[in-house]
């Protein structure tokens, strides 16, 4: 029996595996005993994690780690080189693809919520940024929260405001930056792409903890990166030249130490501020992973229903 293209096509794809969730939520590490189990490999879906020479500040995993389990994307451009969505999703690809047909468990694992749904959804085309307008914008979150800017964008894309979480500041910013700059609605972009460039069937898993405890996990986090050495890592990326004003260095960690460095803050304050910052990010993490309709809910210590949910979609004929 000749089946239907769709089907076909659906059976073509190859199946994967992601493990999202915010830091220090215990990604990695699970990721490593997953992929132990499963005979699985590692692909890495950080934003951060892809600049050499940002190791500490990233959490990017160990070298013991890495030589436990095969790790793909990690160490991929220097940190005064760009690299994006599309480019993350066009090196990605191919990877997944090799994995897949030595019959190998793919894993990609990360929290950059950008570059999963482009790998998993692809990206729509949309006019650039604008620096400018993008600065104006975070300093208006910063003054007055997401009320005026989540009201700002309803007034002019109201369906695109339905359909944001009015805490998701990337996504209104962006909407309200493409509106503006191109006089274009976000939503009919979105429709009219439909994220439905789909070349994978993937298991979305992110993690889940009691916010407490997430915290807290953030906090120690941050003190081990500083017995770890994340001022020296710091101070030797600027010693190799990397100026503080690029994306990479502005990065959560890297900029707290550079105020330190300058002496701008005491050690303290710039601790002070690396953890109340990166509390934030991971609420921002939780907000946008949230949105994600397929998104299975699952506590980072309870490995045995993990892999339970692995096996079944690996066998699953869908």
Known sequence: MIRDRETMTQESQPKIVVIAGPTASGKSGLAVDLALSLSGEIVNADSMQVYRGMDIGTAKPTAEEQKSVPHHLLDVVDPDEAFNAALYRRKALPVIADICSRGKTCLVVG???LYIRALLRGLMEAP????ELRKELHREWQRHGPGPL?????NIDPVAAASIHPNDRTRIIRAIEVASTSGRMFSDLTKTHGFRDLKLRALQICLHMERDLLYERINKRTQQMISMGLIEETRALLKNGYSPELKPMKAI???HIIRYLQG??????AIACLQRDTRRYAKRQLTWFRAEPDAIWIDPRAVDMVLDKIHRFLASAQ
């Open 253 to 255: 960690g890297y900029r």
């Open 150 to 154: 989540h009201e700002r964008l309803r």
């Open 128 to 131: 650039p940024s604008d620096p």
């Open 111 to 113: 929290g950059t919520g």
């Open 264 to 269: 701008k803050w005491s050690l303290e304050e």
